[in-house]
């Protein structure tokens, strides 16, 4: 065996731990730090230095396994932490911020490829819809940990981006389907794989709150029998790694949405803040600082040229205003003030993981080549760092001016 990786580790603990405290002295997130701490660490910056001769820590399917341990960990916890008086309130609302935080990506990202890839045939106008699908995908790990250093994750605003957030997921998944199955120089088959995919989605849902129902029945009675016990948090912990593997291996729904709901089904008990406390301290200790590491570990700037770089900076220019725009606008029509829909609009724009996983689905099918991941890369970097300063920028410009109210 390998022992490389405990050294990794060991280096990504010490480097995110010195950089998130940096970044707080700064007043900035310290999940910022984590994503720069995976930079400095990983081939980014080190591949052209030293032609790859030495990179401190390379990305690996066990770092790979270990970040996606943390982002369902942590998917876990915002479920726990979920109000559900909240979520019934903000459901109608979270879905057309949702659907606008989905079609306006994907119209903005359409015609941000068309000088690239033009629309001259059907190959052509499925990249540019791709392109705009790459978009749609918003990853809201990071900003769940923004609104928990903050204390923001329960209120109005953090239920409504958590619950756009998985409603955005979901959609996201069909159009890719569709998208995919279009590519098809026939087409055919697109429609049925678009219908099973809501299916088995309508599936996942009926079957996770209805198991979810007596899973919390039985929590009830575990909680009452043995309470503040240790067992409790780790059946817990045990149902969200079971929620997560159903949701990808038998419905083909993200493994985080899964997570969210086996928090959301605990998130009723005597015992809820005994468990999140419990799940947090192996989040904080290794599991999340792995995750957020990993998107700057990942990180490579191969193959960029003049074109490239040009288009990667308008699908970035895209990806930030389309969700801000799209989402924000909506928010605004459904009653928040501007001050909360550009928070939610901005809560919306990180992306992560979920997008990575797109365009290399579109890589493999062959419909955008593969230089075109380092744009998405870009995009996942940028957005990784903007959404929790400017959430925290607007989260304390609101405690100091409501400050300014009492003291008056």
């Not at 590519?183 to 697109?190: K, M, V």
């Not at 809501?198 to 129902?213: E, P, Y």
């Not at 890369?377 to 100091?400: C, E, H, N, T």
Request: with cysteine; hydrophobic share 55%.
């Amino acid at each position: 065996m390998d022992y490389t990786f405990l050294l990794e580790l060991a280096l990504i603990l010490v480097f995110t731990k010195v950089f998130g405290i940096i970044m707080k002295k700064l007043g900035l997130p310290q999940v910022v730090g984590a994503i720069v701490a995976g930079l400095l660490l990983g081939g980014a910056i080190w591949s052209p230095l030293t032609g790859g001769a030495f990179v401190p820590v390379r990305a690996s399917d066990t770092l790979s396994i270990i970040a996606e341990i943390g982002v369902v960990m942590i998917m876990f916890s915002a479920g726990l932490e979920t109000d559900m008086n909240e979520l019934k309130s903000t459901g109608p609302v979270a879905a057309l911020i949702a659907v606008c935080g989905v079609m306006v990506p994907l119209g903005l990202g359409f015609l941000v490829a068309m000088p690239f890839f033009g629309i001259g045939d059907f190959k052509a106008v499925i990249s540019c819809v791709f392109i705009g699908v790459i978009i749609t995908a918003t990853s809201v790990s990071i900003t769940v940990e923004t609104l928990k250093e903050l204390g923001k994750l329960k209120g109005k605003v953090g239920t409504a981006i958590l619950s756009a957030a998985i409603i955005d997921d979901v959609i996201g998944i069909i159009i890719l389907t569709v998208v995919t199955g279009l590519d098809n120089p026939s087409g055919a088959g697109a429609g049925a794989a678009a219908a099973d995919v809501v299916l088995k989605t309508v599936l996942f849902f009926v079957c996770a709150i209805g198991i979810g129902m007596l899973l919390n029945k039985l929590f009830k009675w575990l909680v009452k029998k043995y309470p503040h016990r240790r067992r409790v948090p780790i059946m817990g912990l045990a149902v969200c790694f079971l929620y997560a593997y159903s949701a990808e291996h038998f419905f083909g729904i993200a493994d985080i949405t899964g997570a969210y709901l086996a928090g959301i089904i605990l998130s009723n008990l005597k015992e809820t803040g005994y468990i999140e406390n419990k799940i947090d301290i192996g989040s904080y200790m290794i599991f999340s600082p792995v995750f957020f590491a990993s998107i700057g570990i990942k990180t490579t700037f191969e193959g960029i040229n003049p074109s490239i770089l040009l288009f990667a900076l308008l699908f970035v220019a895209a990806g930030l205003v389309s969700k801000i725009v799209g989402c924000g606008a909506a928010a605004k029509v459904c009653g928040f003030n501007a001050k909360d829909s550009l928070k939610i609009g901005i809560g919306m724009i990180a992306r992560g993981e979920v997008a990575l996983i797109v365009a290399q689905k579109g890589i493999e099918s062959g419909i955008v080549p593969s230089v075109y991941l380092s744009a998405v890369i870009v995009l996942v970097i940028v957005s990784s760092l903007l959404a929790p300063v400017l959430l925290k920028l607007l989260f304390k410009a609101d405690a100091k001016r409501e400050m300014l109210i009492k003291s008056a």
